[in-house]
């Protein structure tokens, strides 16, 4: 019998995704993006600074803090209040590094965009989705700093989205729930830009080993998946 998803969606199927923009009346770009029963408040806020190791060099920088709401899972979990952990700081990055590869810091001029992302409610995938909406807000913000005529040309390169795949009961599928991501044998998470470029590949092996033919099957996967979510983005941005 072939495997049957909880939710009942096609393996080659995203979750329900839903993004909002402009969600915040104070920062230079925002957006809601709800993926599923995940949900992540995106913000971008400009700063006419930059870290002191690009000061006085012409170049922006963009980077981001990622948090979870301690009521956001099924059981409450620790504020992080001293230091993030080092899951936390691994999501950052990530975050991150996604943004920073489809802007031009020349563009940008010696200004950083930060972005926080704060999870409300997970269900699987908060980085992925945490991506996902981090890239409207960002757009949203380089919009606007082109509309106030702070930057003469758009800093943003490309598009950028993220999705999760993995291996559940032997069969490869595309969007990870939590009920799904805690049970897989295989979980990946793929960032692309609007080129089809990779920007990060992150998979393991939880259980099961895979085979290089699994791996271009999911990979396979993402790129519908990732295609998709940059649709939703479009149209959140109202392209």
Do not use: H
């Amino acid at each position: 019998m072939s495997y049957q998803r909880p939710d009942g969606r096609a393996v080659d199927q995203i979750r329900n995704t839903k993004i909002t923009a402009n969600i915040s009346p104070y920062a230079e770009g925002s957006a809601l993006v709800e993926v599923g029963g995940t949900k992540v408040i995106c913000t971008a806020s400009v700063e006419d600074r930059v870290p002191l190791f690009l000061r006085n060099k012409g170049l922006g920088w963009v980077t981001a803090e990622y948090a979870m709401l301690p009521r956001a899972t099924n059981t409450r979990t620790q504020r992080e209040t001293q230091r993030p952990s080092g899951r936390t700081q691994e999501i950052q990055r990530l975050i991150g590094r996604s943004l920073r590869a489809i802007v031009d810091t020349k563009l940008l001029g010696e200004r950083q965009i930060f972005i926080d992302c704060d999870v409300i409610q997970a269900d699987g995938g908060t980085r992925c989705a945490s991506i996902t909406g981090a890239y409207v807000a960002l757009a949203l913000a380089c919009r606007k700093l082109l509309k106030n005529s702070v930057v003469k040309t758009n800093p943003l390169l490309s598009e950028v989205a993220a999705v999760s795949v993995g291996i559940v009961e032997g069969t490869p599928v595309l969007d990870l729930a939590y009920a799904e991501d805690s049970t897989a044998d295989v979980d990946m998470n793929i960032v692309c830009t609007g080129a089809g470029k990779f920007i990060e590949i992150q998979g393991t092996a939880e259980r099961e080993p895979f085979t290089r033919e699994q791996m271009n099957e999911m990979l396979a996967l993402a790129e519908k998946g990732i295609n998709d979510l940059f649709q939703i983005q479009r149209n959140a941005l109202g392209e």
